[in-house]
């Protein structure tokens, strides 16, 4: 009864970090470019799609409207009220937190039916004392709508509803993700295996499942992309296929395990291998399922040369809940002083997040400096030119606040060209022909001091024409 009292009080946690991480970093960056400015095209141009940014700035390769449409529809109600764009934008993550947390909720109610209400209360107080799940919980990246869908199906693995689970997974895996199969195949093959599941039922839903989805996404999105495509098919055959994603950066095989999971679970990768013993030992093969299948699909995943943290979000939930299973362990019918231990651990986690969550605020000079000179100038018919790296850490469409302004962000443009522009921003400090406003300092480096100090340097400079400077003094 203890911990049921409390069972709906943590869930103002759970919220509140995600909240928390949006509040503090209320831009974004270049990897969630394209749903975000796609949404704010849905809302704000509605059937006028030629108007939409992809049309001019379709980046690398095309990428789905579903996730898209589906914010745009939770955000419309509440942008009714609200008229600053700016905090549109905000509306529209929180939108996307909030339908996250939803998910990962249920996903901690039913391993909290399954196996204990206290699995419930570690689990909410791990994931949201970390960092990058909370932190990316509201980003517009097709990592995130995929890693939404994959917790629900979790939470639906759980309950022993495995076609419910390979359906969700289908669908995100052909929409948004087309890496998830790489999850799918173990998260098949272990029930099949144990005759948890029949083959014939199994493939049946699963044909049906995917050419639907398949269906939908060719459906709307060539209507977007006014041309017929399969956008996650084409960004397979990019990264996969021909291998481009190493243009990005590659990292060892090892990174994912060595370098990655420990830096998302934080100090609470103790309790992990003492969940891994218990869940080895513990008759709930559903655990035993999941556990097998994010292991597998971080080794699978770490074959190929280029990697990121967000590759692999779909594992950590899980990982957590292993490690929720193991805190619940070892504290149940224990000394105080085992939960105070695990709690400390826990809180330990959170001095380290917010560290990184500190850290994180300082990565968006673009979107700081967007805002700032809408603060200064309040005259209409400005033109604006914007670099690629205010594009890239801050600058959204939600920030073109001023209708009468002329907003460029067009590439490789030549000085002379530039003349034609009132203000700059720019990673350049000089520019001839225009002088300083302000600039914007952004992170830098860590100085490895005692304390380790956060060192920042000028990253964004807003430069104003001369001529438009010296004809602003006159009038």
Avoid at 341 to 354: E, Q
Wanted: glycine share 6%.
């Amino acid at each position: 009864m203890k911990w049921h009292g409390l069972r709906y009080g943590y869930d103002v946690v759970l919220f509140a970090s995600v909240f928390i991480h949006l509040l503090m970093c209320p831009y974004t960056k270049v990897e969630e470019s394209f749903p975000l400015q796609a949404t704010h095209d849905l809302l704000y141009h509605g059937s006028d799609i030629g108007r939409y940014d992809h049309h001019s700035f379709p980046g690398v390769v095309p990428r789905s409207f579903i996730g898209s449409i589906f914010m745009a529809i939770l955000a419309k109600p509440i942008l009714y009220f609200i008229a600053n764009k700016q905090m549109a934008q905000m509306v529209v993550r929180a939108c996307l937190g909030i339908a996250i947390s939803l998910s990962f909720r249920r996903f901690a109610d039913k391993a909290s039916d399954k196996m204990g209400s206290d699995i419930r209360i570690w689990l909410i107080l791990i994931q949201s004392f970390q960092f990058h799940l909370p932190f990316y919980f509201s980003r517009t990246l097709p990592n995130t709508y995929a890693l939404g869908i994959v917790i629900l199906a979790f939470s639906f693995i759980l309950e022993n509803r495995y076609h419910v689970a390979y359906s969700l997974i289908t669908f995100a895996g052909i929409v948004f993700r087309g890496e998830l199969v790489l999850l799918l195949i173990p998260l098949v093959l272990v029930p099949l295996l144990t005759s948890k599941i029949t083959f014939g039922k199994t493939v049946l839903f699963g044909i049906l499942v995917a050419l639907l989805s398949l269906a939908t996404t060719i459906l709307i999105d060539s209507y977007f992309w006014k041309r017929w495509l399969w956008p996650e098919g084409e960004v397979m055959y990019f990264n996969v296929y021909l291998n481009k994603s190493s243009e990005w950066g590659v990292s060892p095989w090892y990174w994912y395990f060595m370098v990655a999971v420990p830096k998302t679970l934080l100090t609470t990768i103790v309790l992990l291998p003492i969940g891994v013993y218990y869940c080895l030992r513990a008759n709930f093969s559903p655990l035993s399922t999941l556990l097998i299948s994010v292991t597998v699909y971080v080794a699978a995943y770490s074959i190929l040369p280029h990697k990121e943290l967000r590759f692999i979000f779909y594992a950590f939930p899980v990982l957590n809940l292993i490690s929720s299973f193991g805190a619940a362990k070892i504290t149940r019918k224990r000394h105080s002083y085992v939960s105070m231990g695990v709690f400390l651990l826990i809180l330990s986690s959170l001095f380290l997040s917010v560290g990184f969550l500190h850290i994180s605020s300082f990565n968006y000079p673009g979107g700081y400096a967007f805002d700032q000179l809408h603060r200064i100038e309040d005259r209409d018919n400005i033109k604006v030119h914007i670099d690629t790296l205010p594009a890239m850490t801050g600058v959204t469409r939600f920030g073109e606040i001023n209708p009468t302004w002329d907003y460029s962000k067009e590439e490789n443009i030549t000085e002379s060209e530039l003349m034609q522009f009132n203000y700059l921003l720019t990673a350049k400090n000089s520019v001839p022909g225009f002088k300083e406003v302000f600039s914007v300092a952004g992170y830098d480096h860590i100085k490895k001091s005692i304390p380790p100090q956060i060192v920042l340097q000028p990253k964004v400079y807003c430069l104003i024409s001369e001529q438009f400077y010296l004809n602003k003094r006159i009038d």
